[in-house]
């Protein structure tokens, strides 16, 4: 059994119909922003996780797929380690890793935009 979390944001659709009708320049600045922040989520949780054997930090992974980023571990194992049962407490390594980047994800995904309007404007 593994865990994963998607990122969803309210009113994304609406950003993304409006970001459609822009030009693919935008489009890839904005989706490579999302894969940059991603990847640096899942680096954060692969040091928050607890490591034994490494298997469960080897196995987190960050994707992004139509516009939703998706940070999760496939450990068999892993959601007892992020959720914890009654004899382990739980290590959230994943959602933690979230809430400490999403800011971050949100201003990179601005900067693009704002990057792109620049770049059109000149």
Do not use: C
């Amino acid at each position: 059994m593994s865990v994963e979390y998607e990122v969803k944001v309210d009113g994304i659709e609406e950003l993304k119909t409006k970001i459609e009708r822009l030009d693919l320049t935008l489009q890839a600045k904005v989706h490579d922003r999302i894969k940059e922040k991603a990847e640096t989520i899942k680096t954060v949780a692969q040091t928050l996780a607890p490591i034994k054997t490494g298997r469960l930090r080897n196995s987190i992974y960050a994707q992004v797929e139509d516009w939703v980023a998706k940070v999760g571990a496939s450990a068999s194992y892993a959601v007892y380690q992020e959720f914890g049962t009654r004899f382990i407490p739980p290590v959230r390594f994943l959602s933690r890793a979230i809430e400490m980047r999403a800011q971050g994800m949100i201003n990179a995904i601005s900067q693009a935009v704002d990057e792109a309007i620049r770049e059109a404007s000149t």
